[in-house]
């Protein structure tokens, strides 16, 4: 069992930067893949990032390719969201979610939900 706690949103100009961090609880941390999402008012929840559980591999959805990295600290027990060069389309709240070990870019295939936390980005 993980459990999540987002933390790092807030309100940035377009063009700024933000960087969100993901603190798991629980033994299996170091074994599970890790994503994030996010979700727009009125919207559904979207991939934006996942990392596999050794770190050694990242994905990410087309929008935020080169503008968004993805990374994790095992030793820390928290995944990482650096959000650069960020548009006003960013906006949303976002999420962190685990799975055993493999990625996806499915939110159905992910265990372990976070409770979100918003970022808005002004134009």
């Known amino acids: 069992q993980v459990q999540l706690v987002e933390s790092g949103g807030g309100l940035v100009q377009a063009g700024g930067s933000l960087r969100l961090s993901c603190a798991a609880s629980?033994?299996?941390?170091?074994?599970?893949?890790m994503g994030w999402f996010r979700q727009a008012p009125g919207e559904e929840r979207k991939f934006v990032a996942a990392i596999n559980w050794i770190g050694t591999m990242t994905y990410y959805e087309d929008s935020v390719k080169g503008r968004f990295a993805i990374s994790r600290d095992n030793a820390k027990n928290t995944v990482y969201l650096q959000m650069n060069s960020l548009k006003p389309e960013d906006t949303a709240v976002y999420y962190c979610?685990?799975?055993?070990?493999?990625?996806?870019?499915?939110?159905?295939?992910?265990?372990?939900w976070g409770q979100g936390t918003q970022v808005t980005v002004s134009s």
């Open positions: 979610a685990g799975r055993n070990r493999y990625t996806s870019s499915s939110e159905y295939d992910y265990d372990y």
């Open positions: 629980g033994r299996t941390f170091s074994t599970t893949a």
